[in-house]
Nanobody, 125 residues
């Protein structure tokens, strides 16, 4: 299984970025795909998740109304559209996948089986 995250970069506060996570190596139709981020000196935290089959989504309170997670079944790719970016959104962003039998909360790092390599987002003030 491979998860390849991309799309990070430097953006001014108030700007937008779209992150992509290309998934390969298995069928992900029953999986949940998550986005997490880790700022320097901080723990990795949940950002958003989408259930691949149903398309239902879940967001951290800190990004609700600003970020949108979605998936493209044909491209086996998950996206994180980020708008109204703030300096506190600066972090390395990771995509992750968890199987259908996982009982750990969707917001917890340990609930995910596969991780991408991360893409860095820097928001300047």
């Amino acid at each position: 299984v491979q998860l390849q995250a991309s799309g990070g970069g430097l953006v001014q506060a108030g700007g937008s970025l779209r992150l992509s996570c290309a998934a390969s190596g298995r069928t992900f139709s029953s999986y949940t795909m998550g986005w997490f981020r880790q700022a320097p000196g901080k723990e990795r935290e949940f950002v958003a998740a989408v259930r691949w089959s149903a398309g239902s989504t879940h967001y951290a309170d800190s990004v609700k109304g600003r970020f949108t997670v979605s998936r493209d079944n044909a491209k086996n790719t998950v996206y994180l559209e980020m708008s109204s970016l703030k300096p506190e959104d600066t972090a390395v962003y990771y995509c992750a996948a968890r199987g259908p039998s996982t009982t750990v909360l969707i917001t917890q790092v340990r609930g995910y089986d596969y991780w991408g390599q991360g893409t860095e987002v820097t928001v300047s003030s």
